[in-house]
Each structure stands twice: as C-alpha cells, then as structure tokens.
C-alpha cells in the first residue's frame, strides 16, 4: 500500500464502502472547517479503479467536505495539487474488508478525554468561544465538557471503568459539592437497581429550586426576574434550570406573605403568622375552630325572617288544600323559598372564635395562598378536667401483666403511635430495596389472587396519612421528595398504561419499589401484630436499622412520662439515673444526650417482641 496524489476530480466512492447512508450537511462542515485549519490529517483509503478514476472504501465524508472546500474556494494550498490516497490492491471482498476495519478500528475520545482536551486548553488562557472554534464544536459542548470539572475524581473513574453511563455522568453536574456526589454515588452504586438520570439529580439538588417550585408559582417569575433574579439552564437539560437566587426569592416570598397576613389581621384575629412552609405535625396540639353558617347583615336577616313566616304559612294552608293545581304550585314556592334561604347564609367565624384562635398564612404545593383558620394554641385553649395521670394507667396495666416495672412499660396511645412510626421506617426502607419490594407486593398480589390463603387480607382505603404517627421518621423528607418527583411525572399522563408503556425499564422498576413502600403501610397483613412471623422476616430481608429511620432526641422524649424517662436512662447508664424530684423539662435534655451518644432506641423500636416496651422489664429479664 503506497500514498499517491490523485485529483480530486478523479475521486469516487467504492460501493464496497459500507457507509451507505448519506452524510449530514453539517457533519461535512465541521469536517470542512478542520480541514481547512489543519490540513488532511488522514488520508482516504482506496484502490485505482481505472485510468481515470479512484474508489475510496474509506473516506467518503473526507471527499465530500474536500469537494465543498473546493466548490468555495477553500481548499489549503497543500491539497491543491492532489488529495493523498493510501492506495491497496486486491479483490471486492479484501476491499469490503478494509472498508469494515478502516471505520471500525477506530476508538473516539469518551467525553471525559473530551473534556481533559478543552480543560489543558482552558489553562493556556483561551476562553469558551475560542476553545469551541479550535475544536470545531459548538460553545455549548465545551460548557458542557467543562462542566466535568465540578466532579469529583472518583466519578470520573468510575465512568471510565463503565459502571455507568453518560447520562448518569452528566446527571452528576447538577451540583459542585463534591460530598454530595460521593455521597449519592455510593447509594447508587449500592441500589439493587440501576437510576434513572432523573432520579439522581433529585438525590443530588434536594433543595433546589426550579420554575416549577410552589415558590416561584406564588411570587410569580416575571416579579423574581425583574427584582434581578435569574435562573440558570442544565447544561444537558434544556428543559430544566436552577434558581441562582434564592435568598431573593425567599424574601419576595415573605414580603407577600406579610402583605397578606396584615389584610388579614384587619380581620380581628388573635394572632396571624405568615410561614413559607408550615409543618404541620408542629401543630398537632393546636385545637381548630370550624365557621358556623351565619347571616351576614341585616338584610339577609330580614330576608330570612320574611321566608321563615312565608314557609309556615305555606305549612298551615298546605293540610286544607284540595285543588292540585294549587298544591303543585304551594310545593314549587316551598322548595324556591328553601333554596333561596340557604343562599343568604354564609360559612363565618364568630367574634369569640376570632379573639381565641389564629391564622397561618402560608403556601400549598400548587404555589398558592393557603389559609389555615380558626387554630387555637396550646396557650389558649380553655382549661378542661384533668386527665387521668399515666402513672396510675401504667400500674393497673403492670397489675394485669404478672408484676411487670410499670416504667418500662408505655401507655397504649404512645405504644401505638411508636408502632406507626415504624412502619413508616419500614415503609422508607422497603423504598431503598428493590428485591424485597418485589418479593412483597408479589407475594401480596399472590395472596390476594388465591382465595384459599389461610389468612384474610384486607386492604385499607384509608390513606396512610390520616393515621400518621407524631414521633418523626428522619427519612420522611425523602419519602416525601420522591413522592412528589413520581406525582409531577405522572400528573400529566391521560392513559397511565400508555404513559408506563414509554417509559424505561429502570424507572417502571424504580416506580414499582416505590408503590411497594406503599402497599406494606395499606395492608395489615404484614403488620407486627397481625402476622409477626412474616414481619420479622421483612425486617431481616430489608437489614432494617430503626437507628437509620429514628432519633431519640427530646422532642422524642417528650412523649414520655418523668417515670419512663428515668427508665430509660437507667437502662443506658445506671449511673445517670436522674432523681425522683427533678423536673421533666431538665430531665429530656440528659435523656435526649444520654441516646445521642449511645444510639439508644427503645425496644418498641429495635425487638420485635418489644410492642410497647422501652426495654425488657427487670421481672422478664429475671423469668
């Protein structure tokens, strides 16, 4: 094989050559623009046809973009006087076969060598255009390529190494903080199912805020943007962007929540308080007023009295009316003044419930005004009789149990309420755990589908929420984000099947460990109480750490009586036993240390014969 100079005139395409389908317009210019700036740097491969004529088996888009040189008068000097050709001999087949090596031995940069290129020229001094036209790529590539630069190496590598893809890799530019990444890149390298790109920007910017926030929706962008706010582009998501300015959204928020919390205060209300988010488990203990129908004026008074003497007039003559016509028309008059009746009144507080009770002014998810009236603090609330002291419940519950400590053993309200607390740890945790997910709602849907299972199940149509649990699950904020990526996703969808059916694998599967969750908390069939076998199965299946879902802080301890909390710091350090006199309030802060340092639970939480127990009491232990 020998290089020639052969005219470009004289340039044809071998039909052995196996790219058959035509090269775009702009794949032959970018071609034609390096060529013009660095020459030919490699040559075509072909064989002589005859006399007059070469057929390349390799290079067509090099001739193409050397014809368009030519055609505009573009071509370097150093080709004018021929194009240089690696001529070969031998047959059709030898020829095809070179065809097929020329273009398949052939490796192209991976975009992190890419972004290696642009970066060692970035450090010579030359800036994004500059690079781009270097390169012969567009400004947005090299951004893109740069933007590498914010991962930490170790993602890097691995991309390299093939662990994930380029999707993934990009997914991972959407934040600069290099713990983050490392720390979402072990949970995904160690998830029993491959995420979605989508999936891993959410794990990575939890925070962030995009156009579609219920934040943005309440100020309204066009208010954020002409304040001098502005939002940033994914650089590989031309249909996501990022807030640059939160703290100026945040405000602009708040100074319209103030403007509406003062019209409402105009109202009469003992107190008003604009919150961006109001939590609502903080509120538990606020009692709630509900408005009466009322009559609002005068006039829709008089009104009322007028058709309330109409109506039992209508009453009195109705018995001793004969004629049907005239009766037909006494029930149509009846049935107008009743329904107009109803129109004069509205839904209002009353000038007591006013002065108690209070307002939150605060968003919905949807981005608009909510009002949550009629709440009365816990301050405020009227003295009731006192309520039967715990002590004495736990004593006649430790006289029913053969002696059991009365205080290791909690009230039935908070035992129950400990037990909802964690299935929503298990729930989060089936969440995280594809396999077992499936082995659940399989086996679930399995014993719903035979009928001749032994046990009954039943279904709740009762959602979950209404039987939440007041002691925290440290993972409920992740829960929550993935429901709303899952709810935004599908909110959209008119056929749900038709939706799923575009989807990737990956996120069906995604999708179904996440309804999984969803099902073990609508069943009781799974229950601690209902089949314990079964639910210590899930617990060992799932390696569920309750120190993972709970913290026994003093919010915690909180719900403990002065008896159960001496208990439990007995039961962590004999020698911090606080003594009988001392007060609640300076007890939780030693108990709530005393857990932070051990990593104590009770055994509500970690044993599963522990239902109701803060630990195992002396007389069991003992027997």
């Known amino acids: 094989m020998s290089v020639t100079l052969v005219p470009l005139k004289q340039l044809v395409v071998c039909q052995s050559n196996i790219r058959s389908r035509p090269y775009t317009p702009e794949s032959v210019a970018a071609l034609a623009a390096s060529i013009e700036k660095r020459g030919l740097l490699q040559a075509p491969l072909g064989y002589r046809k005859s006399k007059k004529q070469v057929a390349l088996v390799g290079g067509g888009r090099r001739r193409a973009a050397l014809i368009l040189l030519d055609k505009e008068g573009r071509m370097p000097d150093s080709l004018k006087s ?82 994930f893809g380029i999707d993934i890799l990009q997914a991972f ?34 925070d962030v805020i995009t156009p579609s926030h219920r934040l943005v929706k309440f100020v309204g962008r066009e208010v954020y943007e002409s304040a001098g706010g502005s939002f940033t582009e994914d650089l590989f998501d031309e249909s996501q962007s990022y807030c640059d300015n939160p703290d100026l959204l945040t405000g602009l928020v708040q100074a319209k929540l103030d403007e509406h919390a003062a019209e409402i205060a105009e109202e009469g209300w003992k107190w008003v308080t604009p919150v961006r988010t109001l939590v609502y488990s903080e509120i538990r203990e606020y009692h709630r007023h509900y408005p009466e129908n009322r009559l609002p004026d005068e006039v ?34 009846y049935e107008a003044l009743e329904n107009e009746r109803e129109t004069l009144t509205v839904e209002a507080f009353s000038d007591e419930q006013i002065a108690q009770s209070g307002v939150f002014v605060t968003i919905n998810q949807a981005g608009e005004l909510l009002l949550e009236r009629g709440l009365v603090r816990p301050e405020d609330q009227p003295a009731g009789p006192e309520a039967p002291s715990p002590a004495s419940t736990d004593s006649e519950e ?42 659940l709602s399989t086996a679930h849907l399995a014993k719903i589908t035979f009928h ?46 038709e939706e799923l059916s575009s989807w990737p694998e990956d996120d069906i599967q995604a999708l179904h460990t996440f309804c999984a969750a969803h099902l073990y908390v609508r069943s009781t069939c799974w229950g601690r109480n209902n089949n314990p076998e079964s639910h210590q199965t899930l617990r060992t299946l799932l390696g569920f750490k309750p120190e993972n879902h709970f913290s026994a802080d003093a919010a915690f301890f909180g719900h403990f009586t002065k008896g159960q909390i001496a208990a439990a710091c007995g039961v962590m350090d004999s020698t911090m036993t606080p003594a009988s006199n001392a007060k609640k309030s300076d007890m939780i802060p030693v108990a709530a240390k005393l857990a932070a340092k051990s990593g104590w639970l009770p055994s509500a939480f970690t044993d599963e014969t522990g239902y109701g127990l803060i630990a195992p009491t002396p007389a069991l232990e003992e027997a």
Not at 304 to 322: G, K, Q, S
Not at 453 to 479: D, F, M, Q, Y
Request: aromatic share 6%; net charge negative; hydrophobic share 35%.
């Open 398 to 439: 430790a006289s029913r149990n053969d002696g059991q400590n009365k205080a290791y053993r909690l009230s039935n309200r908070l035992a129950e309420d400990i037990d909802r607390a964690l299935q929503a740890g298990i729930q989060h945790a089936i969440m995280d755990d594809q396999k077992t997910a499936f082995l």
């Open 82 to 163: 021929g194009i240089p050709v690696n001529l070969r001999e031998g047959s059709q087949a030898e020829h095809l076969a070179a065809s097929y090596d020329e273009n398949m031995e052939r490796v192209d940069l991976s975009p992190v060598e890419q972004f290696r290129a642009f970066q060692r020229l970035r450090d010579q001094g030359l800036g994004v255009e500059a690079i781009a036209i270097e390169m012969n790529v567009t400004p947005r590539m090299v951004r893109q390529r740069l933007s590498l630069s914010a991962l930490h190496h170790n993602i890097l590598d691995a991309f390299e190494e093939g662990r």
């Open 300 to 333: 829709a008074e008089k009104r009322d009295a007028e058709i309330t003497a109409r109506l039992e007039a209508i009453e009195a003559r109705y018995p001793c009316e004969t004629d049907g016509e005239a009766l037909a028309k006494l029930e149509a008059e």
């Open 173 to 206: 530019t959407a934040t600069s903080n290099t713990e983050r990444q490392l720390e979402v890149l072990d949970e995904m390298l160690n998830a029993y199912y491959k995420w979605s790109p989508h999936q891993l920007r959410r794990e990575l910017v939890r």
């Open 452 to 497: 001749h299972s032994r046990r009954t199940i039943t279904i709740s149509s009762e959602s979950p929420g209404n039987n939440a649990s007041t002691i925290e699950v440290i993972t409920s904020r992740k829960a929550s984000d993935q429901y709303d990526a899952w709810s935004d996703r599908l909110k959209n969808a008119e056929c749900l099947l």
